[in-house]
C-alpha cells in the first residue's frame, strides 16, 4: 500500500499536469507563431498528455532516488559512531603493543576512516561536498583533513 501511496503523490501528478500543459500551451504557440495555425489539433493534446505522462514518470523516479539517498545517508550517520567505537579499540589496543609501525598504519588507516566520517559522510543537511580523487586519499601519501581543507584555499 506504500508504494501506491508513493505513485499517487497528489503534488507530483498536478506538477506534471501543469508542466504537460505548458508544454502544449508552447507547441500551440509555436504552431500560431510558425504556421500560423489557428486551431487546435490532436496533435497539440497528444504532445500535453505525452509531455505529462513523461513528466510524472520522471518525477516520481527522482522521489524514489531521493528516498534511497536519504535513506543510505541516515545509515551513514546512525553507523558513524559505531564506526568511531571499533577505531577507538583497535587504536587503544595497538598502543599497548608499543610497535611503531602498526602504531604508524593504524593511524594512517584511522585518519582516512575519520576524514570519510567526517568529510565525505556528514552528519549535516550540507550536500556531499568532497573531492572525489584527492590526492590525499592514497594509503602511502596520506594527509589528514587539515590539508585538504588548507589545499582548498
Not at 520522471?58 to 539517498?69: G, T
Not at 611503531?100 to 556528514?122: E, F, G, M
Request: include cysteine; glycine fraction near 4%; charged fraction near 25%.
Amino acid at each position: 500500500m506504500d508504494s501506491l501511496e508513493h505513485l499517487l503523490d497528489a503534488r507530483i501528478i498536478v506538477s506534471a499536469v501543469i508542466l504537460g500543459v505548458l508544454i502544449g500551451v508552447c507547441g500551440v504557440g509555436l504552431d500560431r507563431l510558425v504556421h500560423n495555425a489557428s486551431r487546435l489539433y490532436v496533435s497539440d493534446l497528444y504532445t500535453c498528455v505525452v509531455a505529462s505522462v513523461f513528466s510524472y514518470l520522471l518525477m516520481i523516479y527522482e522521489k524514489r532516488r531521493r528516498m534511497i539517498l536519504a535513506r543510505r545517508m541516515a545509515i551513514a550517520a546512525e553507523v558513524n559512531h559505531h564506526i568511531r567505537n571499533a577505531l577507538t579499540a583497535i587504536v587503544y589496543t595497538s598502543s599497548v603493543k608499543r610497535d611503531q609501525q602498526l602504531q604508524s598504519v593504524l593511524k594512517d588507516a584511522t585518519d582516512r576512516i575519520d576524514w570519510v566520517l567526517n568529510t565525505v559522510l556528514p552528519d549535516g543537511e550540507e550536500s556531499l561536498k568532497w573531492p572525489v580523487q584527492a590526492p590525499q586519499w592514497r594509503p602511502g601519501n596520506w594527509h589528514g583533513d587539515d590539508d585538504v581543507r588548507s589545499s582548498r584555499r
